[in-house]
């Protein structure tokens, strides 16, 4: 499994005394290659984890929306297309500058890290800018559920369902953001004072990884709340 | 402790003070640490368990109203289920053992370990002060509409502690299964591997896929109990039945992730005290695996009366059943291990054994849970809690005893006597047989669970249970007072007190820090202990033909 | 990752990110065209292409051990199975009328 792993470790094993070790190879480590493949394994297991925490909620949302069809798609047609298709971009182009920031990070070059992360942050803020006037489009309009809820049309329990499971997926969604920008602003910190390295990047990698992920759930979330029955039948 | 005489530090005497402990990255102190917590939250659902018995002792509900009935059994399942038994093997003897076993110096992410820690702690926080307020009555499933729409208790502190509480699980899985990938030793392959770790890994698989899913249903749960929103209410446009696949998801592949580390236990107690290699080593391997991915499959079983599509509860009657074959599996491969072998009883072997047993009936009743008519018959009576106490108790519990038993040596550097813990093993067994047996027979005749009032045709049988209960107390409190007397006064213990077979042994006891003094390196089959006696034989031979010329 | 590491150009990373674009506006499209049962169809295909994108370039997978894809992969189909059974109950539901 574990071949290089394996390779590095298959010579005469030793324990290298404090002093030798290179600066951020953590004591129970033989080599930087063991301790990077063990973190980017441990990343992705972790969203393993986070792909069955949002597939509940997806499943609800499948449960509900083949249930009640009419009542998803009449409430869906009170999201605003254009913000969301906007967002959509804006995302998908936070996802392109951090994977140029762990570009930068295997490169070596400390200053490519900062900014292309800063860039991140300030997409991601963006996002989350356009999902507040959103929310609070919501707010004023009486669409989100709890007793403020109010609706004309029919079925009004269901609408206010899919609206449940709108500002569930996405108020997740958006919470993810936030945790994942504020562990970047730290990361760019360190890359300024220099702490990563061409061997030693693991976080810059990890977070990357976490950021992505993000943005894949969008990516479902943008078609299913946002454009169903827009043909208009 | 008692002042070391050779004057060897290892992992307890390294350092001293509260600090020391509380901020310690060291798998083995967190290890100690976990097992310390769950102690108290084991004390507690047990005397939650020994008031509903006192209870049911006489057929009138004269001791506690129904309300506080309700509080007990439900305060009893969350704290022995999420703050007990999930945690106990894996994150105490897994803990402590996993680094050990692979010869590694620590688990992959010794802070993160650190962190699920203190995150059960916090969970456990929570529901105590929920329990402190009043408790909660929904059952531990925390079933909606009731829980969302009905009950006036402490139902969300309750569930924000299970919520916080799984993502220490979460880690711990995450963390296990990166070690075992990225850590082993040299030589070290998959099939070499001790059956413990391979038990590990399965757990840790259902802990990572599955607790994510119960953490979500938690969260809507709270969502719609909070903002008063209707996901599950039917009021309000929602489905109350969804709650309970979602909620099973998790909560019966849970179920494996209290009893596979248990047989990942008992697979190392059986080798060595029948001083044979484990029958058929692959197939237990991989039976673990099966049953933790077969785990998933099968959560419909909770749900043949609620609303559930006949066809899909034919389809999860047979699957479910289908998860008897790892487990027979292992049963039979047991078994045969102990066929001809040279076998010793010491205390870790008669608990052992005893799960073996006890697991036995578990499973079968299991099967019988299985099936659609059995099951519309039994449901909701005692006949299913006798069946998962057989189980959890019977089954994953015997395991963390005789575990606890087989590596205290190890832990501590100390032996407990032997008298008391055979003594223990047998008032156990006797006291949980006397427990659950005569509760199988209760559900059969029609005793539905979860009510403290029952007509007086049972009262024998409840007596039975009763009188049961009380020496299964005692049987758990005799391993709890010579464990503690044992740190202090017990016999220092040797490096490998059973000649048994491992890495875990071959460092002194209690291990240094870093585990090892030198990273070792495996040349032998796991549990081959015929060639490890031809080794020892031919080294003999060897230094006596050195000493003696000619 | 470092020494046995290939590493994505920026080059690759501008391609996936405008085919991402492309494919957002075609989904977008498509939602207001009728295809009947395929609207639904079309556009979980078209997210699935982007997701693929995405965990191949961005994420690395393409490169990875195997390990690291059968870990993704399982993910998925861990995801599959728990719709899969799921539903398997609430549609066969009617089916006694
Ligand atoms: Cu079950």
Redesign the pocket.
């Known amino acids: 499994m574990s071949t290089s792993a394996e390779a590095s470790r298959a010579g005469t094993p030793e324990i290298p005394d404090s002093k030798s070790r290179a600066w951020g190879l953590a004591h129970h480590f033989e080599s930087f290659a063991q301790q990077q493949e063990a973190s980017y394994l441990g990343m992705w297991l972790f969203l393993v984890q986070e792909i069955m925490f949002f597939g509940g909620l997806f499943l609800a949302y499948i449960v509900y929306r083949t249930g009640h069809p009419e009542a998803f798609t009449s409430g869906s047609h009170e999201l605003d297309i254009t913000l969301g298709g906007i967002n959509t971009v804006v995302l998908i182009a936070s996802s392109l500058t951090m994977a140029l920031a762990v570009w930068a990070a295997q490169k070596g070059r400390s200053k490519g890290i900062v900014v292309f992360i800063i860039l991140t942050i300030l997409l991601g803020g963006v996002f989350l800018g356009i999902k507040t006037v959103e929310y609070s489009h919501k707010w004023h309009e009486h669409h989100v559920p709890g007793p403020h809820f109010e609706w004309d049309g029919p079925d009004a329990p269901h609408v206010q369902m899919f609206f449940n499971l709108y500002f569930a997926m996405t108020g997740l969604h958006a919470l993810h953001m936030v945790v994942g920008m504020a562990l970047l602003a730290v990361i760019a910190v360190w890359a300024w004072r220099g702490a990563f390295t061409k061997e030693n990047h693991n976080l810059i990698e990890g977070i990357g990884l976490y950021w992505h992920f993000v943005d894949i759930v969008w990516i479902f979330l943008f078609p299913l709340l946002y454009l169903l029955g827009r043909n208009g039948v | 402790m008692s002042a070391e005489p050779t004057g060897r530090t290892h992992y307890l005497n390294a350092d001293y003070g509260v600090k020391s402990w509380l901020l310690t990255i060291d798998h083995k102190r967190i290890a100690i640490l976990y097992l310390i917590s769950i102690t108290v939250f084991f004390a507690l659902g047990g005397l939650m368990a020994v008031l509903m018995r006192l209870e049911l002792a006489t057929p009138v509900g004269d001791m506690v109203q129904p309300d506080t009935y309700n509080r007990l059994f439900t305060m009893h399942g969350v704290l022995m289920v999420f703050f007990f038994l999930l945690p106990s093997i894996p994150a105490v003897l897994g803990n402590f053992l996993l680094p050990l076993m692979i010869g590694a110096k620590d688990l992959a992410f010794p802070k993160i370990n650190l962190a699920s820690w203190y995150i059960y702690s916090i969970g456990g926080l929570f529901t105590l002060w929920s329990m402190l307020h009043g408790g909660v009555d929904t059952g531990w499933t925390f079933y909606t509409p009731f829980s969302t729409a009905f009950s006036n208790t402490y139902v969300i502190s309750t569930a924000v502690g299970v919520f916080i509480t799984g993502f220490s699980s979460i880690l711990t899985g995450l963390n296990f299964i990166v070690t075992i990938h990225r850590m082993r030793a040299p030589g070290l392959t998959w099939f070499r591997l001790p059956l413990f770790v391979w038990a590990h890994y399965a757990t840790s698989l259902v802990m990572v896929l599955g607790t994510p899913v119960l953490a979500i249903t938690i969260f809507l749960l709270g969502l719609e109990r909070l903002f008063h929103i209707g996901i599950f209410d039917p009021a309000l446009g929602g489905d109350p039945v969804l709650f309970q696949p979602m909620g099973?998801v998790y909560?019966?592949p849970a179920?494996y992730i209290l009893v596979l580390p248990s047989m990942g236990v008992v697979s190392e107690i059986v080798t060595a005290f029948s001083r044979k290699r484990i029958f058929g080593y692959k197939f237990v391997a991989y039976a673990s695996v099966a049953i933790a991915v077969l785990g998933f499959l099968?959560?419909g079983?909770?749900m043949f009366v609620s609303s559930q599509s006949p066809y899909a509860g034919v389809i999860f009657s047979f699957l479910?059943m289908l998860v008897a074959v790892p487990s027979a599996i292992k049963v039979f491969n047991w078994t045969a291990t102990l066929y001809e072998g040279s076998i010793s009883w010491d205390t870790p072997m008669l608990y052992a054994l005893g799960f073996i047993g006890l697991f036995t009936i578990g499973g079968l009743t299991g099967v019988m849970l299985a099936t659609l008519g059995i099951d519309i018959h039994v449901h909701d009576t005692y006949f299913v809690v006798a069946h998962f106490h057989y189980i959890m108790v019977g089954g994953a519990l015997m395991g963390y005893l005789g575990g606890m038993h087989f590596w205290w040596p190890k832990i501590t550097g100390r032996m407990y006597p032997i008298f008391w813990s055979k003594l223990s093993a047998l008032v156990i067994f006797i006291g949980f047989n006397l427990t659950f047996l005569p509760q199988f027979l209760l559900g059969y005749l029609g005793m539905p669970r979860r009510y403290h009032a029952y007509p007086e045709d049972f009262q024998v049988l409840n007596v039975m249970s009763s009188a049961g209960a009380s020496i299964l107390g005692i049987g758990y409190l005799i391993p709890l007072v010579y464990f503690i007397w044992s740190m202090r006064y017990g016999k220092r213990a040797e490096d490998n007190p059973w000649d048994a077979f491992g890495l875990e042994w071959e460092t002194s006891s209690p291990p240094p820090t870093h585990n090892f003094l030198e990273t070792p390196t495996v040349s032998l089959e796991a549990y081959d202990y015929a060639d490890r006696e031809e080794k020892r034989r031919a080294a003999e031979v060897s230094a006596s033909g050195a000493v003696e010329p000619g | 990752m470092s020494d046995h590491e290939q590493v994505t150009g920026v080059g690759a990373y501008v391609v996936v990110f405008l085919a991402l674009m492309v494919l957002t506006s075609l989904t977008v499209g498509a939602a207001f065209v009728d295809l009947g049962p395929f609207n639904d169809v079309v556009a979980l295909a078209i997210a699935f292409t982007k997701a693929t994108l995405v965990v191949l370039i961005f994420m690395h997978v393409r490169h990875a051990s195997r390990l690291t894809k059968i870990t993704v992969v399982a993910g998925f189909l861990w995801l599959l199975i728990l719709f899969g059974i799921t539903l398997t109950d609430y549609f066969s539901r009617g089916f006694l009328g």
């Open positions: 099973w909560s019966h179920v099968v959560w079983h909770h479910s």
